[in-house]
């Protein structure tokens, strides 16, 4: 007879060690601190990092440490309007999402994130169809064409391009009853359709690489399967995992060896923007390695991370893995970077209405780079991110006509995105660290 194994065994330290979180508005003047005591647990970083990044907070620094079996975390956040964290519905999020019997809900169907415009509890029932492939000029104008002429309603999705590649994450309904589309013989014709638009004049599948389209069975965070998605592309292309000399827009990404303490050190200077640790926490965390330990600071245009890693066996970094790992997160940090120009839209959604304001772009020569697509109640509110076709500026009188046409329908808000700031030339081989915490120097005082 097999011996009785409680399944809530499993659980039990986190019982008798609930985590702790505090929301502190009274030790800076001009931050909120978030700071989380737990158990430590496999992707335990990830989760933390991904409620905050999913209620739009800037993470100004942030404090790391995981050694020992207890995980312990300080973030210095502001607002999504620059301003401490007063409001009480966020703090309840934080602290209920974070504290004791939480499981990180935000990735549950059903979750109330008050921040996530994009993902599984922003909309009904639904069904999730998620594409990559080669991109092109128009090609997201084809996609939504296909889904109304095949009666599905896009009531949320979110795109990505980088470099040549797109993946997309697109949750439909039925037009007619509101249901999710359950009916495998209509899920087949809806994939070939929308496989045979992404092939677009490309003819068959590129080694791997080419066009692929499924229905998705689980429920993964939505940017966290956009990165993987994208990542898995970058394993079919073994030139994208070649590291460059020098970015363009002044990322700096290095992994070093820490002899004191048997860590790879991954550090990372780039221009600062939301979401950044998310990226870099979530690339990490997909190709199985653990931080540690971690510093992250800002100085207003740019962000330096500071992060020691192992891999999940416990083991450095070798020189390949190391390589690859520098590509990764570079290409994970410039997926989210953008040109050109962001158009808001808000309005009465209809079934089409995708279809027909990506025909207009297209018909104007501009391609989206990004999409953020969601709907609530009876609005939508799509943002896309728009450069010129031909790589030139955009014309303003092109943004004029698309104001004249596209107004007529819905609220339109259009806004330059910032042009990059070129990086200040550093001395030494090394990154500049002004006023910034390492726990390299705290580790050499510790040097046994």
Not at 57 to 72: N, Q, V
Not at 253 to 264: L, P, W
Request: glycine content about 8%; charged content about 25%.
């Amino acid at each position: 007879m097999r011996p009785y194994f409680d399944p809530e065994y499993e659980n039990f330290n986190q019982r008798i060690n609930p985590p702790r979180v505090c929301i502190d508005n009274t030790t800076c003047i001009d931050c909120t601190l978030v700071k989380v005591d737990s158990m430590n647990k496999n992707g335990i970083l990830l989760e933390v990092v991904q409620v905050l990044s999913d209620l739009d907070l800037t993470i100004l620094k942030a404090y790391i440490t995981s050694d020992g079996g207890w995980f312990m975390d300080v973030f210095h956040v502001l607002d999504k309007k620059g301003q401490k964290v007063t409001d009480e519905k966020t703090i309840e999020y934080i602290e209920k999402a974070l504290g004791p019997g939480s499981n990180i809900p935000s990735a549950k169907k059903g979750s109330t994130s008050p921040g996530r415009s994009v993902g599984m509890h922003s909309i009904g029932d639904h069904t999730a169809i998620e594409l990559k492939g080669p991109d092109r000029t128009g090609l997201l104008s084809e996609i939504f064409a296909v889904l109304a002429d095949l009666e599905c309603n896009v009531m949320a999705a979110e795109v990505w391009t980088h470099k040549t590649r797109v993946a997309c994450v697109v949750y439909v309904n039925d037009v007619a009853t509101g249901q999710a589309i359950d009916d495998p013989c209509r899920q087949s014709r809806i994939e070939e359709r929308l496989r045979h638009v992404l092939r677009g004049h490309g003819g068959d599948d590129d080694g791997g690489r080419g066009a692929h389209t499924n229905f998705a069975v689980e429920s993964t965070h939505i940017d966290r399967r956009l990165h993987q998605l994208m990542h898995a592309d970058m394993e079919f292309d073994e030139g994208a995992l070649q590291v460059d000399a020098a970015a363009a827009d002044g990322t700096a990404v290095t992994v070093e060896h820490c002899e004191e303490k048997a860590y790879s050190v991954v550090n990372v200077r780039c221009r600062d923007r939301p979401k950044l640790l998310f990226d870099i926490v979530c690339t990490l965390t997909d190709m199985q390695y653990v931080v540690f330990h971690a510093a992250v600071t800002s100085d207003g245009i740019y962000g330096i991370q500071e992060l020691y890693i192992r891999r999940k066996d416990g083991r450095t970094l070798l020189k390949d893995e190391a390589e690859k790992v520098i590509k990764c997160l570079e290409a994970a940090i410039s997926r989210r970077v953008s040109e050109g120009f962001t158009l808001e839209l808000c309005g009465r959604d209809r079934v089409g209405l995708l279809s027909d304001v990506t025909r207009v772009l297209r018909e104007h020569g501009l391609t989206v780079t990004r999409a953020d697509v969601t709907t609530v109640g009876e609005q939508a509110m799509n943002v896309f991110y728009v450069r010129d076709a031909s790589g030139q500026p955009v014309d303003m009188k092109t943004i004029e006509g698309l104001r004249g046409q596209v107004g007529q329908t819905v609220m339109l808000n259009v806004k330059k995105v910032p042009d990059a700031v070129k990086a200040p030339e550093q001395t030494g081989g090394s990154m500049a660290k002004t006023n910034f915490f390492s726990f390299g120097g705290l580790f050499s005082k510790l040097r046994v």
